[in-house]
């Protein structure tokens, strides 16, 4: 989607360079600072993040900790993932604000709505996570048995959980991709739509392989969002093309 062509950005190499450097600091000085914030709210944070647990074990989700430094390395990553989280709608738009300079003027409309359906479907992949772990965590106890007593530790739970929230996140940018692709008439809505059960083939695929937790119904959880985002996807790349 991005053509960077000298004559419309005015922008040499060595000042794009410039700019990727100026909006990367500025982007990742926006994850420490909310980082910070979400380092200070680690109890209400950490009680979130438990719930799945609870609702999936309710009499036995306390957590296990055999390391004086796991509270410690938890806080961290508590912190990190939060800042990430928060800072999200302002990387987004340092994102396209780098991209907008090297659009053509009736495409650089789009980079709002972009910025703002990247945001909303990065948080709606979090929040099908969120709400998905539960289920998996059930699923992984049965795996195993009814003589095995799970007392997990937090750093462990926390890192499949944070990483199951994060694929989840960025997989679910999958349409706005798509869009983009077909506004930078890379691809066309026609071909997306001749092309539907490869696609369907390949989105399976990529649920059964990125799921961290490998249960079946956490690969649904993903499956089908991103089967329906495929034909949200070209329905309107047809709509923003016309």
Request: charged share 10%; hydrophobic share 55%; with cysteine.
């Amino acid at each position: 989607m991005s053509r960077f062509r000298k004559a419309e950005s005015g922008m040499t190499l060595a000042e794009h360079l410039a700019e990727v450097r100026r909006r990367f600091l500025l982007s990742s000085a926006a994850i420490i600072v909310l980082g910070i914030v979400a380092f200070l709210l680690y109890p209400p944070i950490l009680r979130i993040l438990q719930q799945p647990y609870c609702r999936a074990v309710p009499l036995h989700c306390t957590f296990l900790v055999t390391n004086p430094l796991d509270g410690l390395t938890l806080r961290i990553k508590i912190a990190f993932f939060g800042g990430l989280l928060f800072a999200s709608p302002i990387v987004f738009w340092h994102v396209w604000r780098f991209i907008t300079p090297g659009l053509k003027a009736g495409e650089r409309r789009y980079a709002i709505p972009f910025v703002s359906a990247s945001f909303a479907f990065f948080a709606a992949g979090v929040t099908v996570a969120y709400f998905s772990f539960g289920h998996a965590i059930k699923f992984l106890q049965s795996i195993g048995g009814n003589s095995l007593i799970s007392d997990y530790n937090p750093n462990q739970y926390l890192s499949l959980f944070l990483m199951m929230m994060f694929i989840f996140g960025v997989t679910f940018e999958f349409p706005v991709v798509l869009v983009a692709l077909e506004l930078a008439h890379v691809v066309t809505p026609k071909q997306l739509l001749h092309s539907w059960r490869y696609a369907l083939i390949a989105i399976t695929i990529a649920a059964a392989v990125f799921t961290p937790s490998g249960d079946p119904l956490s690969m649904l959880a993903l499956a089908l969002p991103l089967t329906a985002f495929y034909f949200l996807a070209i329905g309107a790349g047809k709509l923003l093309r016309r």
